[in-house]
């Protein structure tokens, strides 16, 4: 008989799900179990997708959605959550509904363009992500294009990544972490956090460049989220939960692993 039980901390994913398991709520739980929290996931669509294309998005409805959150909340010592592909305003609406009620640290990411470039967001959700579900968040997590729909300015530099980091934490009142990714010809890619007003400080977290030879990718921003809400959930505070996801993705790229096929190179994040 055990003398004690150890109760794993918990955190919860509200994304979409990815039949190549490179993204979504899939890389989300990897992640996850790579830090010891104990994922939670409710689906809010299912995505026929590879790194190379998305071709078919069919939504979860709202009250499945809510009721999965709800249960998963009401059963379940959720110490940190993460949304990700949230698909429409409908669905972020009623995500919105609980997590305004609930007093736990949320990371969103605002999936709006898929690595393949394909759209992940209808429009009338990104109003309605502006309006509602980003005041909510303790951090955000655009990469540079979705920074720039945000902060409605131009993000192609440095300077204007910390320009509009300090523009999206001022408008919504939250920790905004802005990723370099899209950034061309640079050996180190700086991710850039702005934490919460009043706190003025902009945070430069880096990474050396890695140059995979490879037609597809995807899921990097999925995972590096996941990997700072499984930190969040682990007490950590937000720049040593954000150092330490960021250390985790570095590895998981490092380490991808590939696949040749029908003359396609596809390269898949390595989640151990």
């Known amino acids: 008989m055990r003398d004690s039980i150890i109760m794993n901390p918990v955190a919860l994913t509200i994304a979409g799900s990815d039949c190549s398991a490179g993204a979504g709520l899939q890389a989300d739980l990897k992640a996850m179990q790579h830090f010891g929290v104990h994922g939670l996931c409710a689906v809010t669509c299912v995505v026929s997708e590879t790194p190379l294309t998305v ?28 949304t990700g592909m949230l698909y429409s305003k409908a669905h972020i609406l009623a995500i919105n509904e609980i997590v305004r009620e609930r007093n736990i640290p949320l990371v969103v990411d605002p999936v709006m363009i898929a690595s393949s470039g394909a759209q992940l967001l209808e429009d009338d959700a990104i109003k309605a992500m502006k309006r509602d ?24 530099t440095v300077e204007q990544m910390q320009a509009a980091a300090t523009a999206i934490s001022e408008k919504f009142n939250t920790a905004c972490l802005i990723k370099a990714g899209h950034l061309s010809d640079c050996n180190l890619r700086t991710d850039y956090l702005k934490l919460a007003p009043p706190e003025t400080q902009i945070m430069p977290f880096s990474m050396p460049n890695i140059d995979l ?26 720049p040593d939960a954000i150092a330490a996801a960021k250390q985790y993705i570095h590895e998981a790229i490092s380490k991808a692993h590939h696949w040749t096929h029908q003359n396609q190179k596809i390269t898949s994040l390595n989640f151990q």
Do not use: F, W
């Open 55 to 82: 071709r078919r998005i069919d939504p979860v409805s709202t009250i499945m959605v809510q009721d999965q959150v709800n249960l998963l909340l009401d059963s379940y010592p959720v110490a940190a959550i993460k």
């Open 213 to 238: 030879e490879t037609d597809g990718i995807h899921g990097t921003g999925c995972t590096l989220s996941a990997a700072i809400t499984a930190n969040l959930a682990l007490d950590k505070s937000l």
């Open 133 to 156: 579900l980003l005041h909510h968040a303790t951090l955000i997590t655009p990469n540079m294009p979705e920074a720039a729909a945000l902060a409605d300015m131009q993000v192609d």
